[in-house]
């Protein structure tokens, strides 16, 4: 479980996903203000945790929540995060649609899936979706905070 662990830095981090670059400026993660996060997930036990997870980043600010996808679509358009960490079995709308969505009016937002079920038939339709990676929540307390980070320095090139 998330809660009460600590997250371990990541010695060989993977590359961006092939063709993910914005073409921003910007510097280090580390060097500029917090990357801003939007949670989305219909479970409210797992938003907080991951919530506090990040909060222990000093670098990252958790802006946030969301327990669908309608809602995450709400929520990015007025919060405008950098970052949306995005599950994606949820009422009312799912992640891959909320992701689409959100791609298509905010083409340089970074979305990150976030489930359970990373089958390659989800994990095709989320990536197709606007996606640039998913992660499998049971991995998150390893694999969340240096994905997050390295999506963002990549994002800024």
């Known amino acids: 479980m998330i809660q009460g662990m600590t997250v371990p830095s990541e010695t060989n981090p993977k590359p961006a996903p092939a063709g993910y670059k914005s073409g921003k400026t910007c510097p280090p993660m580390s060097a500029r203000s917090r990357a801003r996060v939007l949670i989305v ?5 797992l938003r907080n945790s991951v919530s506090r997870l990040l909060s222990t980043e000093p670098d990252i600010e958790v802006v946030g929540e969301a327990s669908n ?5 709400t929520r990015a358009r007025t919060l405008r995060p ?20 959100i791609r298509e009016e905010w083409p340089d937002m970074i979305v990150v899936g976030f489930s359970t079920f990373a089958e390659k038939s989800v994990k ?13 929540k049971g991995d ?18």
């Open 124 to 136: 095709a339709r989320m990536m197709k979706a606007g996606a640039v990676e998913l992660l499998d």
């Open 82 to 101: 950098d970052l949306v960490v995005m599950d994606i079995r949820m009422p009312l709308m799912d992640g891959i649609e909320a992701t689409f969505l």
């Open 69 to 73: 996808g309608q809602d995450a679509v």
């Open 41 to 45: 997930d219909d479970d409210r036990v």
């Open 140 to 157: 998150a307390v390893y694999s969340l905070i240096p994905t997050l980070h390295r999506l963002w320095d990549a994002h800024c090139v």
